[in-house]
């Protein structure tokens, strides 16, 4: 469960002060695959920023499992993010040099899993992707929706509890776009985590259980479409 | 994050900017190959003083004179009050120079200070010539035997104490003393002549007549033929007969007889009581020195030849550290580069939940790597560089068989730490820039 409470995120300062978040409530139940919709600058990625912890609001709170993560520690975020969440952005950020494992394995690396515990988690998540063959070929080498899928795979490997995408097909054509929802859908069922989903797109928001629409930094809806797992 | 997988990650990283890796890295290889060689010459130059010691000085002995400006000139610009014990020397601009001189009883005073085994003039004596029934004459100097300098014979053997009137005879005198070999020569006899300096002053015409003043001849039995030594302080050593004490003072009293010099002596040797142990030596030192006279060590002996090549190593040194320094601003322009370049995947690692503490290992580690791999180039360089000269180096000074060059792995071990370390410290700057760098700026897309 994320709750987020009266949360206010402000830019600048006296005349120039610019609210990107205004009095924000909401509550994300576990398992569910929320879209948060707006247009640029309607302050939607600034809410998935304080949601993961990489940004501060200026008030209020957010709650994962009932902590506060703004009362933690930098370090403790730091590793409450290593273990719990994981990202998959826009323009894929996979290390072109690197190898799909080696890809693949810096969340694992980050959050000292054991070597061996690595490979197999490694594995698996590729295998998740569609991607076991690859696991050697160099990042390079992918297209662009395979990229994306490396990426899904690097953020699934550590069976994190939130899955924060952020435009996750605004660098794909539409039917690599449609296979990679797809697969995101098919892993929250599948690993049963949380999927927030950031985007302008309104035909991906169509199948998720929790819509919520943002303009100029305040919620102006929230459509609940009641399919719950 | 681990250690070892920063490390590995840091590897990959400059593994997939080789050029840009390397070129810094050769930036640090300048000064490290400079900075090694002369680490290499600096223990060649010791190596070699030390050797040069060794052969020509007793440990245990005290180089004692009673003119304290002989070892040190530090007083040489001041007047000098003068004193009749004054004897002259000859130096090597030509111009007499008046030092005081070491009588009988000073060397008796010396024998009695505490801790002092024994004190004998040093003797060195030049020969008007050398010669052999049937042979030419040279000219060579006859010193004074010490069991200690025990040189490679090529033939005959050195008793512990050697007779009155025998010599060793160097290698180099044994074709011209038409010997075959350096066997036929042991048991023959050759001679030795010398000159009395007593100036008649009564008598200008006497001094010009050749009847009053010829050379004077001594037998002296060849017991052993020297090699000529490897490590020579300079080439005419390796020419000097050895004979025992006694006989050296009696040759060198008719060269003095009637003169000032006569039973007057430069310097004293001073052999000291267990004088290998430098505590006892040096407490010798104090009590000599105590009683008015100069005395210098084996070590400063040492040092004194060692002194030149000290300065140079110097020079070489500064310019060595002054590439290094300038290598420095090159890692830390690469990293800087490296980090403006990998803005995202900082970004992203940072999101993953990389700590910032890591993140700045990360980069320290990189650049301490370059550190490494330059101080190894340079090293390597060195080394192989140093290796091939050595010969060459070694024939054009005419060091015989010692190396001007020498490599210790742990010290070469040690410079390349320092420099892991120095390009560490260089990489703090680009490594905290990295730390700090905000996420959500290095994540955005557009």
């Known amino acids: 469960m994320i709750e987020v409470l009266n949360l206010t995120k402000i830019y600048g300062k006296k005349e120039n002060q610019f609210k990107a978040l205004e009095k924000i409530d909401l509550k994300i139940p576990d398992n569910s695959i929320v879209s948060i919709i707006g247009k640029s600058g309607s302050g939607k990625s600034t809410l998935m920023h304080i949601m993961s912890g990489l940004d501060r609001p200026s008030s209020g709170s957010v709650h994962i499992n009932g902590t506060d993560i703004f009362e933690m520690k930098e370090k403790k975020i730091d590793a409450f993010r290593a273990s719990e969440m994981s990202f998959v952005f826009q323009s894929f950020f996979v290390e072109a040099n690197a190898t799909c494992y080696q890809n693949v394995v810096l969340p694992l690396e980050i959050a000292k899993v054991s070597r061996n515990k690595r490979k197999r988690l490694a594995t698996e998540a590729l295998e998740a992707v569609g991607l076991a063959e690859k696991i050697n070929s160099k990042a390079s080498t992918l297209s662009g929706g395979q990229k994306q899928r490396l990426a899904v795979a690097r953020a699934i490997v550590n069976k994190p509890k939130i899955l924060f995408a952020d435009e996750p097909t605004g660098n794909l054509d539409s039917v690599t776009g449609d296979k990679i929802m797809k697969l995101l859908f098919d892993l929250n069922k599948k690993l049963g985590c949380t999927i927030i989903l950031v985007t302008h797109d309104e035909d991906l928001t169509k199948h998720t259980q929790m819509r919520i629409t943002l303009k100029d930094g305040k919620i102006e809806s929230i459509h609940e479409s009641g399919i719950k797992s | 994050m681990k250690y070892s997988d920063i490390i590995r990650r840091a590897l990959r990283n400059l593994l997939s900017s080789k050029t840009r890796t390397l070129l810094t890295a050769f930036a640090i290889a300048v000064g490290t190959f400079a900075l090694t060689l002369t680490i290499g010459a600096s223990n060649g130059a010791q190596n070699y003083a030390q050797n040069i010691v060794k052969q020509n000085f ?389």
């Open chain 2, 58 to 446: 007793d440990p245990s002995e005290l180089l004692v004179s009673k003119d304290t400006n002989l070892f040190s000139r530090q007083d040489a610009s001041k007047p000098q009050v003068y004193d009749p014990s004054f004897g002259s020397i000859t130096t090597f601009g030509g111009t007499q120079r008046q030092v005081k001189m070491l009588s009988d009883q000073d060397i008796t005073k010396l024998s009695g200070i505490s801790g002092v085994a024994s004190a004998q003039p040093s003797l060195n004596i030049s020969l008007s010539y050398l010669t052999r029934e049937g042979q030419s004459k040279y000219i060579a100097t006859l010193a004074t035997y010490n069991s200690y300098q025990s040189p490679e014979l090529l033939a005959g053997t050195l008793p512990n104490k050697l007779a009155d009137n025998t010599i060793i005879l160097p290698e180099g005198f044994l074709s011209v003393m038409g010997f075959s070999n350096a066997k036929a020569a042991i048991g023959k006899t050759v001679k030795l002549a010398v000159q009395n300096q007593a100036t008649p002053t009564s008598n200008i015409s006497a001094m010009k007549s050749p009847a009053n003043n010829s050379p004077h001849e001594y037998d002296f039995k060849i017991i052993a033929v020297s090699k000529t030594p490897n490590t020579v302080i300079s080439a005419e050593t390796a020419l000097y007969l050895y004979s025992n004490l006694h006989s050296v003072e009696t040759l060198n009293d008719y060269i003095t007889l009637n003169t000032k010099n006569y039973h007057q002596y430069l310097i004293a040797r001073v052999k000291v009581i267990d004088g290998t142990n430098t505590s006892k030596l040096s407490a010798a030192e104090v009590l000599i020195k105590n009683q008015g006279y100069s005395v210098q060590s084996v070590v400063d002996t040492e040092k004194t030849i060692t002194q030149f090549i000290s300065v140079i190593e110097g020079i070489v040194t500064i310019f060595g550290l002054i590439a290094i320094i300038a290598s420095v601003f090159g890692v830390v322009n690469t990293m800087y580069i490296s980090v403006l370049q990998r803005t995202r995947e900082i970004g992203l690692m940072k999101a993953l939940g990389m700590h910032r503490k890591d993140i700045s290992r990360l980069f320290r580690i990189e650049a301490g790597l370059i550190g490494i791999l330059g101080g190894i180039i340079g090293s390597a360089l060195a080394i192989i560089a140093g290796t091939l000269l050595n010969p060459f180096i070694s024939d054009k000074l005419g060091l015989g068989d010692s190396k001007l060059l020498i490599f210790k792995s742990g010290e070469i071990g040690l410079l390349i730490l320092v420099l892991g370390l120095v390009a560490i410290i260089a990489g703090l700057l680009p490594a905290r820039k990295a730390a700090h760098l905000d996420p959500i700026e290095a994540l955005r897309t557009e």
